[in-house]
Nanobody, 120 residues
């Protein structure tokens, strides 16, 4: 059984910063891409950023230059540093990981989501 547990969400004022963390645990043989997605109120889930095992990153245009994704492969953990937050960044943020629980098998796993609210 594989679990992704997120932490770090909350309420922040515009211009502020937050750091999200997501730790994968359980039966894990290997992890490929890890990433963050978000679902704003009344909208569909969208990509925020992804990072490969080797550290290659990809960002949504709306967060480039403000958000930084990173990972610690030894800890099976991915982070999202969010700076210069805007009200439009308000959303539930979900962690995603492409994980092999055993050789030859790969699955997508999701965290439970953490609320980020940017408001004065």
């Amino acid at each position: 059984q594989v679990q992704l547990v997120e932490s770090g969400g909350g309420l922040v004022q515009p211009g502020g910063s937050l750091r999200l963390s997501c730790a994968a645990s359980g039966s894990i043989f290997s992890i490929n891409v890890m990433g963050w997605y978000r679902q704003p109120p009344g909208k569909e889930r969208e990509l925020v950023a992804t990072i490969t095992f080797g550290g290659f990153t990809n960002y949504a245009d709306s967060v480039k230059g403000r958000f930084t994704i990173s990972r610690d492969n030894a800890k099976n953990t991915v982070y999202l540093q969010m700076n210069s937050l805007k009200p439009e960044d308000t959303a539930v943020y979900y962690c995603n990981a492409h994980i092999s629980p055993r050789v030859g098998q790969w699955y997508d796993y999701w965290g439970q989501g953490t609320q980020v609210t940017v408001s004065s």
